[in-house]
């Protein structure tokens, strides 16, 4: 049914885990806040000194010339445009979304499904319900959460005092081979999770920024009087959207000149770890800070790229499903052996 997917997956193959890395010491650029990650083995390029900065040898993907035309000149409203005339914030928020990208997993659902179905329907987010047949939310799993899971499967990141009872008991069902439930890991409260939020579809576009401005990351859009989701809304549909018809909003269309200094925009405290670090340790950081991407800098500090949670899809398949499936890597947290996450 449209908008109402639910997970079907079967076993995936396996293949075996890699060798451990060392921990390293992320970074922050701007004011620094101490970092609780232990010290690390020197690598090769650290004991041969200082590399130049990739910036002087690398070309961009725009010249600033053409990143500055694209800013100068958004889109022009077409004709016809549904939004010409009207009040950016008076908007409902159910017009910019669509059960489409609603994906429904169950409580019962395994890890390994319900990451099989987050790669697979491309969604940034599946909801978890309690059963097949309900239209109710009572929880998401996200990138962000899997990347907890396999944190903590693997070693890096270890389980609160009060947890170690609840991951104990998800290590003998996992030694079983027994497959291993959302249930599971929901009580576990991986990482920091993100609020859950509901507006309903009636509810205009001012309110969902009012509500992003606050820190959160989507909000899931109900039909009016119900807990039924009809839509998922996020802060880059929004973003996307005033782009795309911000001239057809006076109100957006006046900020365009403006620098975003002048409008007091943005944060001068950015996080940030050296390019080659392991990718779990940018992981672990985004987990313990709460962040969905930090930025890649150089040994100069220069900003170089940037990695998101949604960044672990880039794996194979194979790996990131044997992680969430395979009971050696569960167990061997027990002996303390730490396979590796990347």
């Known amino acids: ?18 060798a451990p890395n060392k921990p390293s010491h992320p970074m922050r650029l701007g004011p620094t806040i ?4 232990s010290s690390h083995r020197q690598s090769f390029s650290e004991i041969r000194g200082l590399p130049p900065s990739p910036r002087t040898q690398r070309q961009p993907s725009f010249s600033h010339g053409a990143v500055q035309d694209l800013v100068d000149n958004p889109p022009v409203a077409k004709p016809g ?20 990208d609603v994906w429904f997993v169950s409580l019962d659902t395994g890890v390994e499904a319900a990451t099989e179905l987050l790669i697979d329907s491309e969604a940034p987010v599946v909801l978890i319900r309690e059963s097949p047949n309900s239209k109710t939310a009572i929880g998401t799993f996200d990138y962000s959460d899997l990347n907890a899971y396999l944190l903590l499967v693997v070693g890096v990141a270890k389980p609160e005092e009060g947890q170690v009872s609840s991951f104990k008991e998800l290590v003998n069902k996992a030694m079983l081979h027994d497959k291993i439930p959302l249930r599971d890991i929901k009580d576990l409260e991986l990482g920091k999770k993100e609020p859950f939020v509901t507006l309903s579809r009636t509810e205009n576009l001012m309110k969902a920024a009012e509500i992003f401005g606050s820190g959160i990351h989507r909000i899931l859009i109900v039909e009016e009087g119900t807990t039924q989701i009809t839509g998922i809304l996020s802060q880059l549909t929004l973003v996307k959207f005033l782009w795309e018809n ?26 940030g770890i050296n390019g080659d670090r392991p990718v779990a340790d940018a992981l672990k950081l985004m987990n313990d800070e709460g962040v969905t991407s930090v930025a890649v800098i150089d040994n ?6 940037n990695i998101s949670t949604v960044d672990v899809k880039v794996r194979p398949r194979k790996q990131i499903l044997y992680l969430t499936s395979q009971s050696d890597v569960l167990s061997s947290y027990s002996r303390n052996q730490v396979p590796s996450l990347y």
């Open 1 to 18: 049914m449209s908008g109402r997917k639910e997970a079907d997956h079967g076993d995936s193959s396996r293949s075996p885990a890699t």
């Open 34 to 37: 101490p970092s609780s990650a």
């Open 81 to 100: 445009n549904a939004f010409i005339g009207r009040d950016w914030r008076g908007i409902q928020v159910g017009e910019l979304v669509s059960e489409d």
């Open 246 to 271: 911000g001239r057809s909003f006076p109100a957006i269309d006046q900020l365009y000149p403006q620098h975003l200094k002048d409008l007091a925009i943005g944060s001068m405290v950015v996080i």
């Open 300 to 305: 100069h500090h220069n900003v170089i790229g």
